[in-house]
Structures are given as structure tokens and as C-alpha cells.
């Protein structure tokens, strides 16, 4: 069975801060995609990152930063000097091939960056 | 930027009642889907279609939830009748190869009074 866990529930951090967001996940398979996804107050699903299992390599977008580590099942997502607009809630998501696709979130991390 | 396209954006239903939820997926993908997600939770899958047929719907609560997607590009979502605990955001989303990112619509947010 697939699962993740977010098990940060709500972070608060001052604009400029950095931020990480955790996220642990199992699964059985070998090939498997990540995903982050931020949904703004608004409601919509905006996607982020994807990342195979076969890719470890750390990756870097502007602000926002992803720490993949397979031994640990893990795929940690960093906003560097964050701002008031990175205020949502952030998924992490998981599908594994042969699986149609189907994401299976966690629970979500809201993250409130205040001035 | 292709989207995918959802409505109403927002229904107030009383309990009991028939709603509909209507969706158009990203031109050429193949694969839509339905989750719902209630508030402080991750979403969760209710039915996924290719093209026109149903590959997955053992999350649907079938007895007063139903979907279709007739000619395989926009799809339906209907519950009948509407209870309290349907409340919730509706979402539908799109892809065209496994494994890459869906396109998620902006939602259906329901309440049911």
C-alpha cells in the first residue's frame, strides 16, 4: 500500500525566514513519482515538482529547493527567504507506475509566512 | 496555459437534494480524474476514467454517487441524494501520460445544508 506522511500540520515562520516542509513516504515499489503541490487559499491544486525514483538528484527553482532521499523515503521541500505569497497549504503525493496514475496525498502542511 | 475547466465554482445544496458537477479536461488527455477532498485533509481519489471507461472507482460510494464520461472528454459527477457529510471540494484533473503531473481544475467547493 502507498502512504505519506506530512507530519507538519501547520508551520509559522517571519518573511525571510527559511522553511522546510517534510515528507515521508512508502511504498513497495521500485519505480514510483513524487509530487509537490501548493493549494492557495483559492483551492486549486498547483503543481510544483515531480521527481522519478530513479532521480536522487536535488533539484533547485528560484526560491524553492527538494531534498529526495531514497534510504530514508523522504522528499523535503525548502523555501529560502520565504514571503507572505508562499502562504498555503502544501501536498506532497505519491504514484507508482502500473498504478494508473492514481496520486495518493498526505495530509497537507499549512504554512503561514507573516511580515 | 492549457486548464482544466470546471463548474459550477461553488453550490449550496440542501441534504436530500440532486447536485451535478461538471468537467472538460485539457484537450488530448486521455485520463481524467474525480477526487474530493475535505477540509484539513489530502485529496482522495473517487473515479478515474480512460478515454470513456472507468479503470478505477472503488472509492465511489456508489449507492448515491455516479459518474460518466459518455464520448471521453468531459465528465460528470452527480450525487443523489446529497447528505451532510458530502461537503466538501470537488476536484478534477487531467493527464496524458503516466506519471507526469496532473493539470488539476480549480474545484467545486460543495456544502451541503
Known amino acids: 500500500a502507498q502512504k505519506v506522511t506530512q507530519a507538519q500540520t501547520e508551520i509559522s515562520v517571519v518573511e525571510k525566514e527559511d522553511v522546510t516542509l517534510d515528507c515521508v513516504y512508502e511504498?513497495?515499489?521500485?519505480?514510483?513519482?513524487l509530487f509537490w503541490y501548493k493549494q492557495p487559499p483559492s483551492g486549486e491544486l498547483v503543481f510544483l515538482i515531480r521527481?522519478?525514483?530513479?532521480?536522487?538528484q536535488n533539484e533547485i527553482s528560484g526560491r524553492y529547493s527538494w531534498n529526495f532521499q531514497k534510504s530514508t523515503s523522504s522528499f523535503n521541500f525548502t523555501i529560502t527567504a520565504s514571503q507572505v505569497v508562499d502562504s498555503a497549504v502544501y501536498f506532497c503525493a505519491l504514484c507508482f507506475t502500473g498504478g494508473g496514475n492514481k496520486l495518493t496525498f498526505g495530509t497537507g502542511t499549512q504554512l503561514k509566512v507573516e511580515l | 496555459e492549457a486548464e482544466v475547466a470546471q463548474s459550477p465554482r461553488y453550490k449550496i445544496t440542501e441534504k436530500s437534494q440532486a447536485v451535478a458537477f461538471w468537467c472538460d479536461p485539457i484537450?488530448?488527455?486521455?485520463?481524467l480524474y474525480w477526487y474530493r477532498q475535505i477540509l484539513g485533509q489530502g485529496p482522495e481519489l473517487l473515479v478515474q476514467?480512460?478515454?470513456?471507461?472507468?479503470?478505477?472507482d472503488s472509492q465511489l460510494p456508489k449507492d448515491r454517487f455516479s459518474a460518466e464520461r459518455l464520448k471521453g472528454v468531459d465528465s460528470t459527477l452527480k450525487i443523489q441524494p446529497a447528505e451532510l457529510g458530502d461537503s466538501a471540494m470537488y476536484l478534477c484533473?487531467?493527464?496524458?501520460?503516466?506519471?507526469?503531473?496532473?493539470?488539476f481544475g480549480s474545484g467545486t467547493r460543495l456544502t451541503v445544508v
Open positions: 476514467f480512460q478515454d470513456e471507461s472507468v479503470v478505477d
Open positions: 511504498t513497495r515499489d521500485t519505480t514510483y513519482y
Open positions: 484537450s488530448g488527455h486521455a485520463t
Open positions: 521527481r522519478n525514483s530513479f532521480d536522487e
Open positions: 484533473a487531467s493527464s496524458s501520460r503516466e506519471g507526469y503531473g496532473y493539470t
